[in-house]
């Protein structure tokens, strides 16, 4: 069956430090993949995306990677912040078979940085 | 500013009791969906119009209803609420299919 994976459980860094998430998928072949931050109570918020044909994205203190032969992707934040804190959703692009493509969304890893 | 906004913010309702969730966009998208978040299940999306007129089940769309009359307005109907659609719901828009989405807040919805 085909699955997103990311940590369920929540990644706590100091400050300063780099966070590192990870978004795994099986059985999927997305075209391009893309990252979004939720605060708690609020609606996602879309960060970057990545095609199939690119290896790394950097916006800012933000770097995705994305490796189609391992279906993995990393999301990186540089120099943490503590306004960094929310949880971070992957969401692949599928192809459906019957045509057309839809976004399919990861349940996301809680990130907390410490002072 | 570009946005999505939805109403109500918050609803407790009962059981069988008809109610309706608004979604609007100010930016022109003609794709906009509809998702439900649960703990443990992440975002699940229920329906989805990809222009006026034009709408397709997405993957949970059993017990709702959706209607696209104009190309701003998106809302999401349930005839008969349930207990477990209690969930908080989000109404999304994008320039087109799978593209990058803008999120409304949030509809936190209550069925007892």
């Known amino acids: 069956s085909q699955k997103i994976e990311q940590n369920s459980e929540a990644l706590n860094i100091q400050e300063g430090k780099t966070a590192t998430l990870t978004c795994n998928y099986t059985?999927?072949?997305?075209?391009?993949l893309q990252w979004y931050r939720q605060d708690p109570g609020r609606g996602p918020v879309f960060l970057l995306l990545i095609r199939e044909n690119e290896k790394e994205k950097r916006k800012e203190r933000l770097k995705v990677t994305f490796d189609t032969t391992l279906k993995q992707s990393l999301f990186h934040i540089t120099a943490s912040q503590p306004a960094d804190s929310a949880t971070y959703l992957c969401?692949?692009?599928?192809?459906?078979?019957?045509?057309?493509?839809?976004?399919?969304f990861g349940t996301g890893t809680q990130l907390k940085v410490e002072l | 500013e570009a946005q999505v906004t939805q109403n109500p913010r918050y609803l407790i309702t009962v059981t069988g009791k008809k109610l309706t969730v608004t979604c609007s966009q100010n930016m022109n998208h003609e794709y906009m969906s509809w998702y439900r978040q649960d703990p443990g299940l992440g975002l699940r999306q229920i329906y989805y119009?990809?222009?006026?007129?034009?709408?397709d089940k997405g993957d949970v769309p059993e017990g709702y209803k959706v209607s696209r009359k104009e190309k701003r307005n998106f809302p999401l109907i349930l005839e008969s609420p349930s207990p477990n659609q209690t969930s908080l719901y989000f109404c999304?828009?994008?320039?087109?299919?799978?593209?990058?989405?803008?999120f409304g807040p949030g509809t936190r919805l209550t069925v007892l």
């Open positions: 999304a828009s994008s320039v087109r299919l799978a593209g990058d989405l803008y």
């Open positions: 059985n999927y072949s997305p075209a391009y």
């Open positions: 969401a692949l692009d599928i192809i459906l078979t019957g045509g057309g493509n839809k976004l399919t």
């Open positions: 119009s990809m222009n006026v007129e034009v709408t």
